[in-house]
């Protein structure tokens, strides 16, 4: 498996989030890469309810309060930290976490796309 570099860490402010697109020829990933509370983490960007990414404006990732990720589609609420939803018509449910390791400063994916 080829590793996948996603984004230079640096990229993501502390407490807020990119959107990432692989696309491996028709295949197309989509990620969020999140430092929050002086963490890194990665996501898949597909809402657990219809499977969109959270995303309808490019990097908007958070509620108006910033306190959790939030999908525009329905309204769904993400807890930063953990990816469970805790508000929205996929309450209980999780975004997918993904395994990754920062390289020189770069966020690279450790699962295959
Ligand atoms: S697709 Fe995200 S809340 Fe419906």
Redesign the pocket.
């Known amino acids: 498996m080829t590793p996948t570099p996603l984004i230079e860490l640096a990229e993501v402010e502390e407490n807020d989030a990119k959107g990432v697109t692989i696309r491996d020829g028709a295949k197309v990933r989509k990620f969020i890469v999140l430092r929050w509370g002086g963490e890194t983490l990665v996501y898949r960007n597909r809402?657990?309810?219809?499977?969109?990414p959270?995303d309808w404006v490019p990097d908007r990732f958070f509620d108006r309060r910033k306190q959790h990720l939030f999908?525009?589609?329905?309204?769904?609420s993400f807890e930063p930290e953990t990816g469970l939803c805790v508000d929205?018509?996929?309450l209980g449910d999780s975004l997918e976490k993904c395994a990754f390791e920062v390289l020189d400063g770069v966020v690279v994916l450790k699962e295959a796309i």
């Open positions: 809402c657990p309810h219809a499977g969109t959270l999908c525009t589609s329905h309204g769904a929205g018509p996929c």
